[in-house]
């Protein structure tokens, strides 16, 4: 049976589907030799060769492997670091399979991040159609405002479009800087933009929670596998 070469490439954990659109149309897929940059291409697994880099592909031999990292400060969220700066793949060596991180988080962001090579797992998990709950705790470089507290839970206008906050609540009441915030939207450093927006600066931010993923018993750093 036919599939989707993206869907293909998805199946046997070289990157998303919406990543492995991008290596498709950047010329780095072959099939039976032959250079493929076309997203509606389908091949027969069967018969068809598909190489990545050259490298032969094949989804028979992959297995699926799941690991949450709770993100320290300072490393970019990158399958491979082209400029020299830390990456967060760094942190998950000894791992016997190429897997890539589910979604991004900014160098400055901690907290729970997601590996993969299973690209259908990775879609579900980050496109917006799934609506998946992510939770921040913010802090700030200075009180909340209640008008901007009420603002973020009715909707900030960006940019790119007017987003809200699902929640929003002080950690401890007597400290307004300090917040949990819960989102699903999946925009870029989304979390920093809404309150950067408003005239305040982020001075920490950490993700506790996402698609049901906690970072409870891991240390800043570590990481373990999912079932």
């Known amino acids: 049976m ?6 293909y490439l998805a199946d046997a954990g070289v990157a998303s589907r919406r990543k492995a659109e991008e290596l498709i149309a950047q010329g780095k897929v072959k099939v039976n030799g032959e250079v493929v940059t076309e997203m509606g291409c389908k091949i027969d697994p069967k018969k068809d060769e598909v190489t990545y880099l050259d490298k032969k592909i094949d989804t028979k031999e992959t297995k699926m492997v799941y690991v949450m990292l709770n993100k320290p400060v300072g490393y970019v969220t990158t399958a491979k670091e082209q400029f020299g700066r830390p990456a967060v793949v760094d942190l998950v060596k000894g791992v016997n399979a190429r897997i890539f991180p589910v979604g991004r988080l900014d160098k400055n962001t901690t907290g729970v991040l ?4 299973d690209g259908e797992i990775a879609e579900k998990l980050t496109h917006p159609s799934y609506d998946k709950k992510k939770i921040y705790q913010v802090s700030l470089d200075s009180k909340l405002r209640q008008e901007d507290f ?7 206008e960006l940019p790119d479009g007017m987003i809200a906050a699902d929640e929003l609540e002080y950690i401890e009441e007597d400290d307004h800087r300090k917040l949990g915030i819960e989102i699903h939207s999946g ?3 989304i979390v920093r933009r809404i309150f950067e927006s408003l005239g305040y600066e982020v001075k920490a931010l950490d993700r506790v929670y996402f698609a049901g993923l906690t970072k409870k018993g891991l240390k800043r750093g570590e990481w373990r596998f999912l079932s």
Request: hydrophobic share 35%.
């Open 150 to 156: 009420e603002k973020i839970l009715s909707g900030v």
């Open 2 to 7: 036919e599939v989707r070469l993206q869907k």
């Open 187 to 189: 925009k870029n450093r």
């Open 114 to 117: 997601m590996f993969t090579n």
